[in-house]
């Protein structure tokens, strides 16, 4: 099965973008002490990959409906998110109010939600052929 | 009169569901028949079933993009009549394998001596 489609590197592309900003954003709003401005950021990114997830996902589901419960994009998105807030504090990019053990702990605690998402994913697969729906296959 | 409006809406139900799932039967033969665009195949599920299949180009696509996945069907892109490429479509090995198979099982007890009786059979 072709997991990594077109559609999903596109949403992962914008999400990475979005992640730096919003990463680079929280730093600066907490390190020049805008702390309303963190709020704004928040509403704004959480409504940004809202958006992104539902067009590429809907787009990807329209041109070949795999019968994933959506964990493709839940795995891409885990790792991007973590990976880059990894890698902004081994950068040192981040602000003194941000705690590299915040970011462990989403890590672990996303982690947990992941592994929960992939098995159910796997019982899923089983009503599957290549990744398609058996019950939609041949309707 | 109403027993004719009954047959009709009977018969309509009746249809409906036995058409579901006909439309793959339809698709293989007219790619068994030799590789065809998508137009062409719509024109030849149209016209061998005598109209009583219809289908929408934008769902055979969907269905065309289905079937290349699970590895029944694949495309070659040729030149279209004036126009771009087209993608003409084939059954591969596998969908050949699949629809004789599917015809064995199904499609063949209706050429059964008895059953084709009882089909003709006047009431």
Same mark, same amino acid.
Request: proline residues 1%.
């Given at each position: 099965?072709?997991?990594?489609?077109?559609?999903?590197?596109?949403?992962?592309?914008?999400?990475?973008?979005?992640?730096?900003?919003?990463?680079?954003?929280?730093?600066?709003? &907490?390190? @020049?002490? !805008?702390?309303? %401005?963190?709020?704004?950021?928040? *509403?704004?990114? #959480?409504?940004?990959?809202? +958006? =992104?997830?539902?067009?590429?996902?809907?787009?990807?589901?329209?041109?070949?409906?795999?019968?994933?419960?959506?964990?493709?994009?839940?795995?891409?998105?885990?790792?991007?998110?973590?990976?880059?807030?990894?890698?902004?504090?081994?950068?040192? &990019?981040? @602000?003194? !109010?941000?705690? %590299?053990?915040?970011?462990?702990? *989403?890590?672990? #605690?996303?982690?947990?939600? +992941? =592994?929960?998402?992939?098995?159910?994913?796997?019982?899923?697969?089983?009503?599957?052929?290549?990744?398609?729906?058996?019950?939609?296959?041949?309707? | 009169?109403?027993?004719?409006?009954?047959?009709?809406?009977?018969?309509?139900?009746?249809?409906?569901?036995?058409?579901?799932?006909?439309?793959?039967?339809?698709?293989?033969?007219?790619?068994?028949?030799?590789?065809?665009?998508?137009?062409?195949?719509?024109?030849?599920?149209?016209?061998?079933?005598?109209?009583?299949?219809?289908?929408?180009?934008?769902?055979?696509?969907?269905?065309?993009?289905?079937?290349?996945?699970?590895?029944?069907?694949?495309?070659?892109?040729?030149?279209?009549?004036?126009?771009?490429?087209?993608?003409?479509?084939?059954?591969?090995?596998?969908?050949?394998?699949?629809?004789?198979?599917?015809?064995?099982?199904?499609?063949?007890?209706?050429?059964?001596?008895?059953?084709?009786?009882?089909?003709?059979?006047?009431?």
């Amino acid at each position: 099965m072709k997991a990594f489609t077109a559609n999903l590197m596109y949403f992962a592309i914008s999400f990475f973008l979005g992640a730096i900003a919003f990463h680079y954003g929280l730093s600066y709003s &907490l390190e @020049s002490n !805008y702390f309303d %401005l963190v709020w704004i950021l928040a *509403i704004f990114y #959480f409504f940004f990959n809202f +958006l =992104i997830g539902w067009h590429f996902g809907k787009k990807d589901y329209e041109s070949i409906p795999l019968n994933d419960v959506g964990f493709r994009f839940h795995f891409v998105t885990y790792f991007l998110f973590n990976s880059i807030s990894m890698l902004w504090f081994s950068l040192g &990019l981040n @602000s003194q !109010y941000e705690s %590299l053990r915040v970011v462990y702990l *989403i890590a672990i #605690f996303w982690g947990i939600i +992941l =592994i929960i998402h992939f098995i159910l994913y796997l019982l899923e697969r089983r009503k599957s052929i290549n990744g398609l729906s058996k019950e939609d296959l041949f309707e | 009169m109403k027993n004719n409006n009954l047959l009709a809406e009977l018969l309509a139900t009746w249809e409906e569901t036995y058409k579901k799932g006909q439309l793959t039967l339809w698709i293989f033969l007219s790619l068994k028949d030799g590789r065809k665009y998508v137009d062409e195949i719509k024109t030849f599920v149209e016209e061998q079933s005598e109209n009583t299949m219809t289908c929408e180009s934008q769902s055979l696509y969907r269905t065309l993009r289905k079937f290349k996945h699970v590895g029944v069907v694949d495309f070659e892109t040729g030149s279209g009549n004036k126009g771009p490429d087209r993608k003409y479509y084939f059954l591969t090995e596998l969908g050949l394998d699949l629809l004789d198979t599917f015809i064995q099982r199904n499609i063949n007890l209706f050429f059964n001596k008895r059953i084709k009786n009882l089909i003709n059979k006047e009431d």
